[in-house]
């Protein structure tokens, strides 16, 4: 009967616009949230095919939908592990009563912002029981290749704020000039001595012991020394001896001609170094390429250490944590080392607005989401990541109380109808009188 289904539409046009005000409601309580989503209600007509010459109202339907794609405006703050994702991607997080159970087997969520503090065992979680998850480097910072389909490698990132660093020296540079005076034949054939220090594996402080011992020709300049280096770790061991030939030309006089190994790592004219196996292991020493200034020289009538540089540091205590822009997590030590501990992936997925919403701004990964893929924060399709970051909610306020007025006004119009249609049924029943 046509006026029973102007009823009807009436109904679903009552309920349609009180899921709407719903929406709207719950988008304008979370407009100060955080990384909140916005959902929207969006209607669709339902048609029912008239029958001769009468038209029946099929009425609406709704159907709603969180906007995830949608990004809200970055706000700075000041805590380092604040994060917030700028562009396309989300971060992995997954609940801190999963990673209490222990069994290693934690549901990954996403999000796209979150305020992570260390909480009593150093797990970087927020306020409502949200963990941060990552990949773990390994112990000198590098980046073990993880498969990117599965979150099965992912951890709870979990800083140990107690912990010490160091590392060991592994490179050498040596900027020494050397007396021209001290391999003629009226020299007394002085032995110059260097000592310069490095740090062992376990961040101890050792010294590399040199000796530059000229060789005295009973006449003329002989242009030669022999060098000794020796390791105060290896009980003043003879770790390198070589032989150093400069030139006395008028293009390349004063600087390294030829160096013949005696002992030790063979010399590299290319590299213009060598390597020598100290008690925690080797160091290159780079003495400079035959013709290059910049290394050891023998010039004048002056020992001159003129630049010495290494790597390597003594043990310090860790002082702070950040996040950079591809989503590197670096601890940073209080002698200047820095040192990366885990990588947070970007998830990105074709479809993020059909990912299943969840409780604190978290969303979990649904069929029809499609297949995810666990990228470098900047690489790919995704953004980066910043730190001292968050993401505000995507709820335009002013355009939520325009629905707002719209919603009301449609859902009195279709109140209006059923109370017509009601009237229209009562003149009907009117007729028999």
Sequence with gaps: MTISSSLNAGVAGLAANASRLATISDNIANSSTYGYKRAYADFHSMVISPGSGTYSAGGVRVTTQRLIDERGPLVSTNNATDLAVRGRGMLPVTTAAEVNVGNGDQQMLLATTGSFRTDKDGILRTDTGLVLMGWPANADGSMPTYPRDTADALEPIQINVNQFGGKPTTTMALGVN??????????????????????????????????????????????????????????????????????????????????????????????????????????????????????ITQLSDNFAPVSISKDGSPVGNMTSVE?????????????????????????DMPNPNSLIPMDHQTFAVSPESGTYFLWDAGDGPTGDILSFAREESTTDVAGELTQLIQTQRAYSSNAKVIQTVDEMLQETTNIKR
């Design 323 to 347: 996040v950079d822009e591809n989503g590197f997590v670096h601890a940073f030590f209080d002698i200047g080392l820095s040192r990366t501990i885990y990588q947070i992936p970007l998830v």
């Design 178 to 295: 050397l007396p021209a005076t001290a391999t003629d034949s009226t020299s007394d054939g002085e032995v110059q001595e260097l000592s310069v220090e490095y740090f062992d594996n376990l961040g101890t402080s050792e010294n590399i012991s040199i000796e530059f011992s000229p060789t005295v020709p009973a006449s003329g300049s002989s242009n030669e020394w022999t060098m000794t280096v020796r390791d105060s770790a290896s009980g003043d061991a003879i770790v390198g001896e070589y032989t150093l030939n400069f030139d006395d030309d008028r293009t390349n006089g004063g600087t390294i001609g030829s160096v013949t190994t005696i002992s030790g790592g063979p010399y590299d004219p290319a590299t213009g170094s060598f390597e020598i196996n100290v008690a925690g292991g080797p160091i290159n020493v780079s003495i400079g390429t035959p013709g290059d200034s910049s290394g």
